[in-house]
């Protein structure tokens, strides 16, 4: 195996790992998370839980995409989401800090994705 799919298997089980656990957190109801689509969204409870709750299915299907076939337009979807759930923090009234210690969580996405080739 050449360097390029060494550091491609890399990525796939890193971005894999972060929306698998971020999946299963989110399939339990991670209070945190619920409160914030409560807050900005102004939904009730039952309905930001079952909002997390979706994400939480959607995340992991991302997560097993990635691991057997990445696709690239969902890498960008990737990307995209990681960095909103990590601007999301410092919006939140968490710390800027809590926003920079995760870049990985857009960045890896965001490099796979380059590293793919078009097909």
Same mark, same amino acid.
């Given at each position: 195996?050449?360097?390029?799919?060494?550091?491609?298997?890399?990525?796939?089980?890193?971005?894999?790992?972060?929306?698998?656990?971020?999946?299963?957190?989110?399939?339990?109801?991670?209070?945190?998370?619920?409160?914030?689509?409560?807050?900005?969204?102004?939904?009730?409870?039952?309905?930001? *839980?079952?909002? &997390?709750?979706?994400?939480? $299915?959607? +995340?992991? !299907?991302?997560?097993?995409?990635?691991?057997?076939? %990445?696709?690239?337009?969902?890498?960008?979807?990737?990307?995209?989401?990681?960095?909103?759930?990590?601007? *999301?923090?410092? &919006?939140?009234?968490?710390? $800027?800090? +809590?926003? !920079?210690?995760?870049?990985?969580?857009?960045?890896? %996405?965001?490099?796979?994705?380059?590293?793919?080739?078009?097909?």
């Amino acid at each position: 195996m050449n360097k390029e799919k060494i550091m491609q298997w890399i990525l796939r089980i890193a971005v894999a790992g972060e929306f698998m656990g971020h999946g299963a957190l989110a399939l339990g109801g991670k209070a945190d998370w619920v409160g914030w689509v409560e807050k900005l969204s102004g939904f009730s409870q039952p309905t930001a *839980l079952n909002i &997390i709750l979706a994400i939480g $299915v959607v +995340d992991i !299907i991302l997560a097993l995409i990635v691991l057997f076939r %990445p696709v690239r337009p969902l890498l960008l979807w990737m990307a995209f989401w990681g960095f909103f759930t990590a601007i *999301l923090r410092p &919006i939140v009234g968490q710390s $800027v800090w +809590d926003f !920079i210690e995760r870049f990985a969580n857009w960045g890896a %996405p965001l490099t796979l994705f380059y590293l793919l080739k078009k097909e």
